[in-house]
């Protein structure tokens, strides 16, 4: 069987570039994370490197499947300069080593809280995950392996957490869209949700 992480790793450099820097970090009983960074003009893009070595299992399953299962890595873009973004490495990290840590299954429209702020004097403290596909392909993998899902994430702030919370994520991102949110501001505040 494929070792996943260099395909993977080939997949974001063939979609992103070349990464200019790169963090890892280790979590007691969790396989190591690595957080790469990608300059694009003003954007700046982390992805997390790691989190589909092995695929999420159900946390209600008696036994883990090894090899089948849902797979995917994260990727955040922000404005580049705006805020010390780079201390979102670690909480990055520790988004991605979820599904080790707590058996979750992170999927599009779920909520991921750091319980801090992303990065210093930053507004949000969690983020939405958005849909597969837009900014880099699924990575398909040999059978009977799930494809690797490259999964976007939304910086919230509290305010915009709980009412995703009461309203679903489809009303959150109608909201923003609405109000033209430019979601990559690293300081942008919340959206109206009157």
Not at 61 to 86: F, M
Not at 139 to 168: I, Q
Request: charged letters at 20%; aromatic letters at 4%.
């Amino acid at each position: 069987m494929a070792d996943v992480l260099p395909l993977v790793e080939a997949r974001l450099t063939t979609a992103l570039g070349e990464p200019d820097a790169r963090a890892a970090v280790t979590f007691l009983g969790t396989d190591r994370i690595e957080v790469l960074r990608f300059q694009e003009g003003d954007v700046v893009r982390y992805a997390t490197l790691g989190m589909s070595l092995h695929p999420m299992a159900d946390p209600t399953a008696v036994l883990a499947d090894p090899v089948k299962g849902p797979r995917a890595e994260l990727v955040l873009s922000v404005r580049a300069g705006l805020a010390d973004t780079d201390k979102v490495l670690r909480p990055l990290a520790v988004l991605a080593a979820t599904p080790q840590v707590e058996g979750l299954v992170v999927t599009p429209g779920a909520s991921l809280d750091v319980g801090e702020p992303l990065w210093p004097g930053a507004p949000f403290t969690s983020v939405l995950v958005g849909e597969p596909g837009g900014l880099v392909e699924d990575l398909e993998l040999d059978a009977p392996m799930d494809p690797v899902r490259f999964l976007p994430l939304l910086p919230m702030t509290p305010n915009e957490a709980a009412w995703k919370r009461v309203h679903g994520a489809q009303a959150l991102q109608e909201r923003w869209l609405g109000h033209g949110t430019d979601l990559r501001d690293p300081a942008r505040g919340s959206v109206p949700l009157g």
